[in-house]
Protein backbone atom coordinates (compact mmCIF):
# COMPACT_ATOMS: atom_id res chain seq x y z
CA UNK A 1 0.00 0.00 0.00
CA UNK A 2 0.81 3.57 -0.70
CA UNK A 3 2.75 5.60 2.19
CA UNK A 4 -0.08 6.60 4.67
CA UNK A 5 0.13 10.05 6.15
CA UNK A 6 -0.87 10.29 10.04
CA UNK A 7 -3.29 12.35 10.30
CA UNK A 8 -4.50 14.04 14.03
CA UNK A 9 -7.93 15.13 15.52
CA UNK A 10 -6.38 18.83 14.96
CA UNK A 11 -4.94 18.66 11.60
CA UNK A 12 -8.65 16.88 10.84
CA UNK A 13 -10.53 19.70 12.47
CA UNK A 14 -8.63 22.43 10.44
CA UNK A 15 -9.92 20.61 7.03
CA UNK A 16 -12.93 20.77 7.83
CA UNK A 17 -12.62 24.32 8.72
CA UNK A 18 -10.91 24.60 5.65
CA UNK A 19 -13.80 23.30 3.60
CA UNK A 20 -16.04 25.38 5.12
CA UNK A 21 -16.57 27.26 8.23
CA UNK A 22 -19.96 26.03 9.25
CA UNK A 23 -19.38 22.38 10.92
CA UNK A 24 -22.29 20.62 9.47
CA UNK A 25 -21.53 21.95 6.11
CA UNK A 26 -17.77 21.24 6.26
CA UNK A 27 -19.26 17.56 7.17
CA UNK A 28 -21.38 17.36 3.76
CA UNK A 29 -18.06 18.75 1.92
CA UNK A 30 -16.01 15.89 3.05
CA UNK A 31 -18.18 13.40 2.61
CA UNK A 32 -18.82 14.83 -1.05
CA UNK A 33 -15.26 14.68 -1.63
CA UNK A 34 -14.48 11.74 0.26
CA UNK A 35 -17.08 9.74 -2.35
CA UNK A 36 -15.74 11.45 -5.11
CA UNK A 37 -12.20 10.28 -4.59
CA UNK A 38 -13.38 6.42 -3.72
CA UNK A 39 -15.24 6.33 -7.67
CA UNK A 40 -12.45 7.95 -8.79
CA UNK A 41 -10.03 4.85 -7.76
CA UNK A 42 -12.95 2.42 -8.68
CA UNK A 43 -13.56 3.72 -11.93
CA UNK A 44 -9.68 3.11 -12.34
CA UNK A 45 -10.45 -0.37 -11.08
CA UNK A 46 -9.19 -0.35 -7.78
CA UNK A 47 -10.84 -2.56 -4.99
CA UNK A 48 -9.10 -0.75 -2.40
CA UNK A 49 -10.82 2.89 -3.66
CA UNK A 50 -11.80 3.77 0.08
CA UNK A 51 -8.56 3.49 1.39
CA UNK A 52 -6.67 5.06 -1.39
CA UNK A 53 -9.06 7.86 -0.90
CA UNK A 54 -8.44 8.16 2.65
CA UNK A 55 -4.67 8.33 1.93
CA UNK A 56 -5.59 11.25 -0.28
CA UNK A 57 -7.54 12.79 2.56
CA UNK A 58 -4.56 11.91 5.08
CA UNK A 59 -1.95 14.01 2.96
CA UNK A 60 -4.24 16.92 2.29
CA UNK A 61 -5.07 16.93 5.98
CA UNK A 62 -1.22 16.72 6.95
CA UNK A 63 -0.72 20.07 5.10
CA UNK A 64 -3.40 21.56 6.11
CA UNK A 65 -1.94 24.69 8.12
CA UNK A 66 0.36 25.72 5.14
CA UNK A 67 -3.25 25.04 2.61
CA UNK A 68 -5.09 27.71 4.52
CA UNK A 69 -2.96 30.21 4.43
CA UNK A 70 -2.19 29.83 0.19
CA UNK A 71 -5.05 27.97 -1.49
CA UNK A 72 -7.93 29.17 -2.96
CA UNK A 73 -10.19 27.67 -5.29
CA UNK A 74 -12.49 24.40 -5.15
CA UNK A 75 -10.81 22.51 -2.65
CA UNK A 76 -11.88 19.33 -4.58
CA UNK A 77 -9.58 20.15 -7.32
CA UNK A 78 -6.77 20.30 -4.57
CA UNK A 79 -7.79 16.90 -3.46
CA UNK A 80 -7.79 15.49 -6.94
CA UNK A 81 -4.28 16.82 -8.12
CA UNK A 82 -2.94 14.29 -4.90
CA UNK A 83 -5.23 11.69 -5.67
CA UNK A 84 -3.93 11.68 -9.16
CA UNK A 85 -0.25 11.15 -7.03
CA UNK A 86 -1.69 8.55 -5.03
CA UNK A 87 -2.77 6.40 -7.61
CA UNK A 88 0.81 6.85 -9.61
CA UNK A 89 2.33 5.28 -6.48
CA UNK A 90 -0.05 2.54 -6.37
CA UNK A 91 -0.31 1.78 -9.51
CA UNK A 92 3.87 1.45 -10.00
CA UNK A 93 3.75 -1.16 -7.40
CA UNK A 94 2.75 -4.87 -8.49
CA UNK A 95 -0.64 -5.78 -7.89
CA UNK A 96 -0.46 -9.37 -8.03
CA UNK A 97 2.81 -10.80 -7.21
CA UNK A 98 4.12 -12.71 -10.37
CA UNK A 99 6.12 -16.14 -10.59
CA UNK A 100 9.65 -16.81 -10.18
CA UNK A 101 10.90 -17.51 -14.05
CA UNK A 102 12.54 -20.59 -12.76
CA UNK A 103 10.02 -22.17 -10.52
CA UNK A 104 8.50 -24.34 -13.10
CA UNK A 105 11.35 -26.38 -14.27
CA UNK A 106 10.56 -30.50 -14.23
CA UNK A 107 7.53 -31.36 -14.92
CA UNK A 108 6.04 -34.66 -14.75
CA UNK A 109 5.22 -35.06 -18.63
CA UNK A 110 2.98 -31.96 -18.65
CA UNK A 111 4.62 -28.46 -20.41
CA UNK A 112 4.76 -25.70 -18.57
CA UNK A 113 1.69 -24.27 -20.85
CA UNK A 114 -0.16 -26.76 -20.29
CA UNK A 115 -0.59 -26.91 -16.40
CA UNK A 116 -1.03 -22.96 -17.16
CA UNK A 117 -4.66 -24.22 -19.15
CA UNK A 118 -5.59 -27.19 -16.23
CA UNK A 119 -5.26 -24.43 -13.86
CA UNK A 120 -6.93 -22.00 -15.35
CA UNK A 121 -9.78 -24.23 -16.05
CA UNK A 122 -10.11 -25.40 -12.54
CA UNK A 123 -9.99 -21.52 -11.76
CA UNK A 124 -12.74 -20.86 -14.78
CA UNK A 125 -14.55 -23.83 -12.84
CA UNK A 126 -14.42 -22.27 -9.71
CA UNK A 127 -16.59 -18.77 -10.60
CA UNK A 128 -20.56 -18.23 -10.80
CA UNK A 129 -21.89 -19.43 -14.37
CA UNK A 130 -22.19 -16.00 -15.13
CA UNK A 131 -19.02 -14.71 -15.02
CA UNK A 132 -17.43 -17.68 -16.37
CA UNK A 133 -19.64 -16.94 -19.59
CA UNK A 134 -18.65 -12.87 -19.10
CA UNK A 135 -15.23 -13.65 -19.37
CA UNK A 136 -14.90 -15.97 -21.76
CA UNK A 137 -17.62 -13.96 -23.75
CA UNK A 138 -15.69 -10.98 -23.42
CA UNK A 139 -12.12 -12.29 -25.22
CA UNK A 140 -13.90 -13.93 -27.84
CA UNK A 141 -13.40 -12.69 -31.29
CA UNK A 142 -10.79 -10.52 -32.86
CA UNK A 143 -10.50 -7.15 -33.78
CA UNK A 144 -13.87 -5.65 -35.41
CA UNK A 145 -16.21 -8.54 -34.28
CA UNK A 146 -14.49 -8.06 -30.57
CA UNK A 147 -15.43 -4.30 -30.55
CA UNK A 148 -18.95 -5.21 -31.88
CA UNK A 149 -19.63 -8.20 -29.50
CA UNK A 150 -18.21 -6.51 -26.22
CA UNK A 151 -20.63 -3.40 -27.07
CA UNK A 152 -23.55 -6.46 -27.39
CA UNK A 153 -22.83 -7.29 -23.61
CA UNK A 154 -23.01 -3.53 -22.76
CA UNK A 155 -26.28 -3.28 -24.31
CA UNK A 156 -27.05 -6.87 -22.89
CA UNK A 157 -26.25 -5.77 -19.41
CA UNK A 158 -26.90 -1.55 -19.40
CA UNK A 159 -24.40 -1.39 -18.56
CA UNK A 160 -21.05 1.78 -20.01
CA UNK A 161 -17.99 0.50 -21.69
CA UNK A 162 -15.75 1.63 -18.49
CA UNK A 163 -18.16 -0.62 -16.22
CA UNK A 164 -17.87 -3.13 -18.01
CA UNK A 165 -14.02 -2.78 -18.32
CA UNK A 166 -13.55 -2.70 -14.21
CA UNK A 167 -15.87 -5.55 -13.98
CA UNK A 168 -13.57 -7.52 -16.32
CA UNK A 169 -10.64 -6.04 -14.46
CA UNK A 170 -11.50 -7.74 -11.17
CA UNK A 171 -12.72 -10.90 -12.69
CA UNK A 172 -9.35 -10.71 -14.51
CA UNK A 173 -7.31 -10.12 -10.92
CA UNK A 174 -9.43 -12.74 -9.14
CA UNK A 175 -8.62 -15.49 -11.86
CA UNK A 176 -4.98 -14.41 -12.41
CA UNK A 177 -4.62 -14.92 -8.31
CA UNK A 178 -6.01 -17.92 -8.54
CA UNK A 179 -3.60 -19.67 -11.62
CA UNK A 180 -0.69 -18.54 -10.12
CA UNK A 181 -2.04 -20.02 -6.76
CA UNK A 182 -2.55 -23.29 -8.17
CA UNK A 183 0.76 -23.22 -10.27
CA UNK A 184 2.83 -22.36 -6.98
CA UNK A 185 0.64 -25.41 -5.22
CA UNK A 186 1.84 -27.68 -8.02
CA UNK A 187 5.61 -26.51 -8.14
CA UNK A 188 6.34 -25.39 -4.56
Known amino acids: ?11 F ?9 DRETAGKIYESVRNRLVRIFYARGYDDAEELA ?12 ELSET ?15 VFLEYSR ?21 EIYYK ?28 IK ?5 EARLGISNQTLRVRLLRMRESLQKCVL ?3 REKFC
Open 1 to 11: MTKKAEINQDN
Open 13 to 21: ESLLVWLHR
Open 54 to 65: DVTIDRVAGKIT
Open 71 to 85: YRGDPFLYFHGVAKR
Open 93 to 113: KPRLQELPVNLINETDGDDEA
Open 119 to 146: CLDNCLAKMPPTQQQLILEYYQGEKQAK
Open 149 to 153: HRKFI
Open 181 to 183: DCV
